[in-house]
């Protein structure tokens, strides 16, 4: 579920997508309107592939913290408040299982099990676009937390000496540093000191990917510029990785197209920490793209049969 789009799938129990769908989030006609517009969408799929709903069962990302009971207290983007989405969906599909998590790890979920964590048990997931998010999986199961806060990486502060007020009301969050807007911000900064001029300076409406471009063509400003973000990036790995010891890191979202570049940048940070050194975890590029939660909450499905 997004705040604009609500993407639907139909798997079979061996992981395939048969089929999917994706329609609007009518977040203004109200909460039981968005519900009945996706179970709608789940009996048409169902009755165009020739599947009974009852041998059916559902999983659901949804944009907020849950708990591991299903609640969710507030889901901003949504309008939705102190309520247990899943139980809402299964109302209205004659009681089939639906069981609901947070979308990040969800998506998580989802590459671990058929994306760039494939074939591991464990897991961190970090999602890197306008702002930064993670996911957590350890023995193939989510960390949700007690209360559903578990892999919000986004706002474990970084740098204290950030000026600017983060959305959560923190300062100098990873997120202010990483995202596509932090790095846009701080290349401004570093135009605005750089003795030499840049090819950032062309640009009316800089954005990230313009970053890692000329990052990439070796402005000196741009590489300045994504050491600089990158390296809080790695770091906050290190110390998630102290906590719970993932075997692979695998980075998606909107940043994640510049590819390699990006990955070898964080990683390069990651490994100057000490005690890591005999026990690296792995690091890769998420595969899923925008589906992952899509596959993640199949997998939720599929636990729930």
């Not at 790695?234 to 695998?250: L, M, R, S």
Request: hydrophobic content about 40%.
């Amino acid at each position: 579920m997004g705040g604009t789009t609500t993407k639907i799938g139909l798997f079979s129990s061996e992981g395939k997508l048969m089929d999917k769908k994706e329609i609007p989030t009518r977040v203004a006609m109200g909460r039981k309107s968005v519900f009945q517009d996706i179970a709608a969408c789940i009996r048409t799929l169902t009755q165009d592939h020739g599947a009974a709903l009852s041998d059916c069962s559902v999983g659901m990302g949804v944009p907020g913290p849950i708990d591991e009971t299903g609640y969710a207290d507030v889901m901003v983007n949504l309008d939705m408040y102190d309520f247990y989405p899943g139980k809402e969906l299964s109302e209205l599909l004659e009681g089939i299982p639906v069981k609901a998590a947070n979308d990040a790890n969800v998506a998580a979920l989802g590459e671990m099990w058929q994306g760039g964590g494939r074939g591991y048990k464990s897991l961190l997931f970090v999602t890197l676009g306008t702002g930064v998010g993670g996911g957590i999986i350890l023995n193939e199961k989510i960390l949700h937390g007690a209360h559903g806060l578990g892999g919000e990486i986004g706002h474990i502060w970084v740098n204290p000496d950030e000026p600017e007020t983060c959305n959560c009301g923190g300062h100098g969050c990873l997120d202010q540093m990483a995202s596509a807007t932090g790095i846009v911000r701080n290349a401004k900064r570093f135009m605005a000191k750089a003795e030499k001029p840049s090819a950032l300076e062309k640009f009316d409406n800089l954005t990230a990917k313009d970053v890692f471009d000329a990052a990439k063509a070796g402005d000196e400003v741009a590489e300045k510029t994504v050491d600089y973000c990158m390296g809080f990036l790695g770091k906050n790995i290190a110390d998630v990785t102290y906590v719970i010891d993932p075997e692979v890191v695998v980075i998606g979202g909107g940043l994640s197209k510049a590819g390699q570049y990006l990955l070898d940048v964080v990683y390069n940070h990651y490994k100057r920490y000490p005690k890591l050194k005999k026990c690296l975890s792995d690091f890769r590029l998420a595969q899923l793209g925008g589906d992952a939660g899509m596959y993640g909450a199949a997998r939720l499905a599929l636990e729930e049969k």
